[in-house]
């Protein structure tokens, strides 16, 4: 069955370290959203592309970069990571012109 | 610009009462309105979606909600609750852009 996986599902890392997140998705979809979700804030928008060498940024771009080589995958770099980045990151794709989006299961980063 | 508000942050019922989770919006032309559920340490799941037509849609695990265009509401509802129903919900919009934007969450709770 198609999918979208999350890797790692948990990851505890020091400030100051460059982490990378990774979101892989089978079903071939051109978009692509990274979001983080914080009590009292829901899900906010990181950075999200609509295909290949397409990136953009939401809400709450700063300090956060991502790259798409390829349709499968759009992983999200934290340049250097800080106590605020602390969060759970929810990735999700969805087809052009498609309003279902679907996401993975999440990755819960840890800076200390 | 667009916006989502969940007035409740917490919400306690008792199993076999009803539920009403309320979900306000803010945007200019038709919205398409989206409800999720996120049950502990999952990603979130689609509930329902409104689009256009009927007013009143059904979704997964007998949820409904009423798309509201005077009041710009699109409150969720389930006459009788289940213990495994204890979740967040989120309710959502989706932007001219297609991308989605979130409300804040309801966290539900489930009297035995």
């Known amino acids: 069955d198609a999918e979208i996986t999350q890797s790692p599902r948990h990851k505890i890392t020091e400030t100051g370290r460059q982490v990378t997140l990774a979101c892989h998705q089978t079903w071939n979809h051109n978009n692509m959203f990274w979001y983080r979700q914080d009590l009292g804030h829901g899900l906010r928008l990181i950075h999200y592309s609509y295909g290949v060498q397409d990136t953009n940024k939401g809400e709450v771009s700063d300090g956060y970069s991502v790259s798409r080589s390829n349709t499968e995958d759009l992983p999200l770099t934290l340049e250097s990571a800080a106590s605020s980045q602390t969060s759970v990151y929810f990735c999700?794709?969805?087809?052009?012109?498609?309003?279902?989006?679907?996401f993975g299961q999440g990755t819960r980063l840890t800076v200390v | 610009a667009q916006s989502v508000t969940q007035p409740d942050i917490h919400i306690t019922v008792s199993e076999g009462a009803s539920l009403e989770l309320r979900c306000n919006y803010s945007y200019g032309a038709t919205p398409y309105l989206f409800w999720y559920v996120q049950s502990p340490g999952q990603g979130l799941q689609l509930l329902l979606k409104y689009f256009s037509g009927d007013t009143l849609v059904q979704g997964i695990k007998g949820f409904e909600a009423e798309f509201k265009r005077s009041q710009s509401s699109f409150n969720l509802r389930k006459p009788s609750v289940h213990w495994s129903d204890a979740a967040e919900y989120f309710c959502?919009?989706?932007?001219?852009?297609?991308?989605?934007?979130f409300g804040s969450g309801t966290r539900l709770l489930v009297r035995p």
């Open positions: 959502a919009v989706m932007d001219s852009s297609y991308k989605l934007i």
């Open positions: 999700a794709s969805k087809n052009t012109g498609s309003v279902e989006a679907f």
